[in-house]
DNA sequence: TCTGGGGTCCTAGGACCC
DNA sequence: TCTGGGGTCCTAGGACCC
């Protein structure tokens, strides 16, 4: 076991992170995209973005989220390919079986992620360097895919360590040398630093790990809030959070974006009602009800607002959450405003309980949005 | 360049209650 | 006439992640 002051355990932790997932996948089921540049995303003609590009795509510049329209004039002989979310559901529960049969405590992040804590196991494979080898001997003999694997004392080592050794690699951080090992990075590899923070620590004068590592906290604080003293904490490389293999769901949503502005009109309803119903439908599926509806509208000038309502009781019935979706949609639509995207959320998950009604008043005296 | 769809978490302010 | 303190619930927006 590793020497630590604080005299706590010292943790394995594993993060498998699948490599360009989805497109991936589409390599692995039509042996003819194999080797070549694949997009997985929506049409151009449909405002589409990517959603996974293969490595093949990436060296044009490619880059996941970015617009479809543009990928392609990057890269023109890419082969565009619709999503098949179910298959990759199929894929990443045949990948997760294999980590479990690693070890339980298996958090997963996203369809192409997860933690692993591998502490109590770790020997029985002789060390973090030959679990991870078999981890991903594993996935490619089983599902056919590369993983890039990271493996760390915590999550942020273990993640980040991932992140570098890609594509199809393996990076062990050992215990101690967490401070070494992020110091050179730049802040933007740290979870939960985008692009609008980093440009508060431009202003800061800080780019990489190791200078927001000696930064003052006062002054992080001044500038990020309580964000700033977590992020100095994880510049030192110092992360407690734990593996969490249970993650109880928060909300349930749907959304779509039009492949042209909609004013209000059937066409606009049509979509909340089919929105309503998919909602209904994923609820439905999960045994849950929620007692808080919420709308989401994007301008055609992409201006984005959103508007809730929480009701007496859950509810998880097209009728109710369709009739609280048009009571907020009402309470801000203007007859000339152009939409081009909107959509629908239910949170305040609970089971549903006995019989539902179809629509109840809001739970509060506040009734501006209705 | 022209911006998806699924989420989580955080902040801040207001209403309300005791 | 000039107004506490603590706590909870709710709403809106925004940053961020994959």
Redesign the pocket.
């Known amino acids: 076991m590793a020497h630590n002051p604080g005299g706590e355990r010292s943790r394995t932790i594993v993060h498998a992170d699948l490599d360009a997932f989805f497109a991936s996948v589409e390599q692995l089921d039509n042996p003819e995209l194999k080797g070549k540049p694949v997009l997985v995303g929506?049409s151009p003609q449909a405002?589409?973005?990517v959603?996974a590009a293969s490595y093949e795509a990436r060296r044009f510049g490619v880059r996941?989220?970015m617009?479809m329209?543009?990928a392609l004039?990057l890269c023109p002989e890419a082969i565009v390919v619709a999503p098949r979310f179910q298959r990759y559901h199929q894929v990443s529960e045949q990948v997760l079986a294999i980590y479990r049969d690693i070890t339980p405590l298996v958090e997963p992040?996203?369809?192409?992620?997860a933690f692993l804590d591998v502490t109590e196991v770790v020997e029985q494979y002789g060390g973090a360097q030959a679990l991870a080898q078999e981890l991903k001997g594993r996935v490619r003999r089983t599902a056919g895919l590369t993983v890039s694997v990271g493996v760390g004392p915590n999550k942020l080592i273990a993640k980040i360590a991932s992140e570098q050794s890609k594509p199809d690699g393996l990076l062990v951080v050992p215990p101690g040398q967490e401070q070494q090992f992020l110091a050179p990075l730049s802040v933007r590899a740290l979870?939960?630093?985008?692009?609008?923070?980093?440009s508060v620590r431009a202003a800061l004068g800080i780019a990489t790990i190791g200078q927001l590592a000696q930064a003052e906290p006062q002054a992080l604080a001044a500038s990020l809030?309580?964000?700033g003293l977590l992020f100095h904490q994880l510049a030192q490389g110092i992360d407690q959070r734990p593996v969490e293999t249970e993650h109880p769901?928060?909300?349930?949503?749907?959304?779509?974006?039009f492949p042209r502005d909609l004013q209000d009109g059937p066409e606009l309803r049509g979509h909340l009602l089919a929105l309503a119903r998919e909602v209904e439908q994923?609820l439905r599926q999960e045994g849950l009800a929620g007692?808080?509806v919420?709308v989401k509208l994007r301008y055609a000038d992409?201006r984005?607002?959103?508007?809730?309502?929480?009701l007496a009781s859950a509810v998880d019935d097209v009728a109710s959450i369709q009739a609280a979706a048009l009571g907020l949609f009402e309470g801000v639509r203007s007859p000339e405003d152009r939409f081009?995207?909107v959509?629908i959320?239910v949170?305040?998950l609970t089971e549903p309980g006995g019989q539902l009604p179809l629509w109840s008043p809001?739970?509060?005296?506040?009734r501006r949005?209705l």
């Open positions: 929506g405002r589409g973005v959603a996941s989220a617009p329209a543009r004039r992040l996203a369809l192409d992620e979870w939960g630093i985008g692009p609008k923070t980093e809030g309580q964000r769901r928060k909300s349930v949503g749907a959304e779509t974006t994923r007692r808080t919420g992409f984005t607002i959103t508007r809730q309502v929480t081009r995207l959509g959320s949170s305040g809001p739970a509060t005296s506040d949005s």
